[in-house]
């Protein structure tokens, strides 16, 4: 195995000049994440401050019992409880068999800069995987993509969920799911991997209750070597450890719905757009009663003087709100603006694992943050990795292509231009003539026929779009000849795409690690994890 590095833009220009450290993003954030000395900083600013350790290591313990466990596991619950450990935290949604590939390189991401810290720092890190079982979007988590003849296919899991209750509280369907699984690593192919591979995913079914069991049991069972631990946002015992947290949110709401949306400005008259919408008095909360299956997201009426939910469908009073918090926290969960405030609240965080979306809205959060009287931990990118099978590598060789091109535009443009140069020009030049001779005939035609014959000029028209429709037709068979003369080049450019570049997206936004699972076996992830990755800024083309 062997691993490449490229420097690659990144569409969104925020964090564009966040990778490359420009003085325009600086002042969003606390800490400058390429600055090792940043880290010793935070350290110093997290003794000052106080945390439950035995009370999470203890959730987390119970919590991880389901899970499949290790010696390394159990070393990481040990260190939390030390009085001078710290995390590397990160989180994702729980998507059905793990999601895209970006949530294993998060994954990935949070283990090794862990161990990078340990090290460098001399004192236990933790990697801590938030997991978001919280979020309601069961649409976003419920299909994966898969290889297909021409593109990627989108797989969806035929479990129907109609409301919007949180992915902690989805009972998991398990017969639909092995038999879906089934289906999922047949379309791949028979490997030698492909029985283990079912073995643990069959397995996975059977230890889970809800669909963020099936993702945690799942990841542990690639990362628990390695001594990941995992914590569910939607659990209601965790809930119980965050009460505290969520009073705070309540009766500081105001100030920091208000210290979001001046930090936003800096954020637009530095000329970066917006992540976070914010709606008018947000209590930046949600209500979930489980009897009702859905969350609510709470406002603040200044008329009534109460927390209202959409279209008036709960209120409460200030008190009734923090009596709730108190009482029953796990009737309360976070959003987009409160969560990373938990997170840091509730965990003694060295550094935060972010993807691109993630770093553009914690820039909007400095100011919330500093309004509680904490720093926001150094907010480090995630890798962004690329897998290359050899096949894959062997057809851009052959066609003496760019890594960084196809990375970047695909290869659709240089198959166009493979196509121009190997067709038949003057039958392409004498249609587009032809094209034109029509369009000049009808315009003429048109001209004598508009004084006498003004009620057959619709009948023209169409005519006339006939006949072009006639040539195009013509045009789209020649092309296809083409094609087909040359199918097996044109099937590595697409295949090429397919692989690195499908539909124009990165590999690690549509492709799932159960194909690679499947043809490379369960442990080919050891070997990407002994690999020197840097948390550079650059891209990550690993050849398996």
């Known amino acids: 195995m062997e691993m490449i590095n490229l420097s690659l833009p990144v569409a969104n220009k925020f964090v564009t000049d966040y990778l490359e450290q420009k003085n325009s993003t600086k002042e969003f954030f606390h800490y400058s994440y390429l600055d090792n000395g940043c880290y010793e900083e935070r350290l110093k600013e997290l003794e000052t401050r106080s945390f439950m350790r035995n009370d999470l290591a203890n959730y987390i313990e119970v919590y991880m019992e389901n899970f499949p466990q290790s010696e390394k596991v159990r070393q990481s619950i040990a260190k939390l409880r030390q009085e001078n450990s710290v995390v590397v935290i990160g989180g994702q949604q729980a ?16 283990i090794l800069l862990a161990q990078q810290k340990e090290k460098e720092l001399g004192i236990p890190v933790v990697p801590v995987f938030w997991v978001a079982g919280e979020d309601h979007d069961y649409l976003e988590i419920n299909h994966i993509y898969t290889p297909d003849k021409e593109k990627m296919k989108k797989v969806v899991f035929p479990q129907r969920v109609l409301d919007k209750r949180m992915a902690s509280d989805i009972a998991l ?12 690593v047949e379309s791949y192919g028979e490997t030698e991997h492909s029985k283990p591979l079912l073995q643990l995913l069959q397995s996975a ?43 705070k949110q309540i009766n500081e709401f105001h100030k920091l719905a208000d210290a979001v949306s001046e930090q936003q400005k800096l954020v637009q008259d530095s000329g970066y757009s917006l992540v976070i919408e914010m709606a008018e008095n947000p209590a930046n909360l949600f209500y979930y009663d489980e009897g009702e299956q859905e969350r609510i997201l709470l406002q603040y009426d200044k008329a009534e003087g109460r927390f209202i939910g959409k279209d008036k469908t709960v209120s409460f009073t200030f008190e009734e709100l923090r009596e709730m918090a108190s009482e029953f926290p796990q009737k309360l969960s976070n959003n987009v603006v409160t969560r990373p405030i938990t997170q840091d609240l509730l965990f003694p965080t060295l550094a935060f694992i972010g993807g691109p979306g993630e770093i553009a809205y914690w820039a909007e959060l400095k100011g919330a943050f500093e309004h509680l009287g904490i720093k926001m931990p150094p907010i480090v990118p995630r890798l962004n990795i690329t897998l290359l099978e050899r096949s894959v590598e062997a057809d851009i060789t052959e066609l003496e292509l760019s890594m960084k091109d196809i990375l970047i535009n695909g290869t659709s443009e240089k198959c166009e231009q493979f196509l121009q ?64 003369k040359h199918e097996v080049i044109v099937n590595k450019f697409s295949r090429i795409e397919q692989n690195l570049k499908p539909e124009g997206s990165p590999q690690e936004r549509v492709w799932n690690i159960t194909y690679f699972l499947n043809k490379y076996g369960l442990d080919f992830l050891e070997d990407v994890m002994k690999l020197p990755m840097d948390f550079d800024g650059t891209h990550k083309v690993i050849k398996l």
Request: hydrophobic share 40%; with cysteine; proline share 1%.
């Open 173 to 184: 369907e398990k017969q639909v799911c092995i038999d879906w699984l089934e289906t999922v």
């Open 421 to 484: 140069s190997v067709s038949n020009e003057k039958i392409a030049q004498l249609l587009n003539e032809l094209k034109g001779v029509i369009e000049t005939k009808y315009d003429l035609l048109e001209q004598e026929m508009t004084s006498e014959y003004k009620g057959l000029l619709p009948l023209m028209e169409k005519n006339e779009d006939f006949l072009r429709s006639q040539i195009e037709f013509l045009q789209n068979k020649v092309n296809d000849s083409v094609k087909l």
């Open 95 to 110: 998507g059905v068999l793990t999601g895209p590939l970006y949530s294993i390189h998060k994954v990935i991401s949070i």
């Open 205 to 247: 079914v059977h230890e889970s209750k809800t669909i963020v069991d099936f993702f945690s049991y799942m990841t542990m069972s690639l990362f628990k070597d390695y001594g990941l631990l995992l914590v569910d946002s939607g659990d209601k015992e965790i809930r119980k450890l965050e009460k505290e947290i969520f009073l």
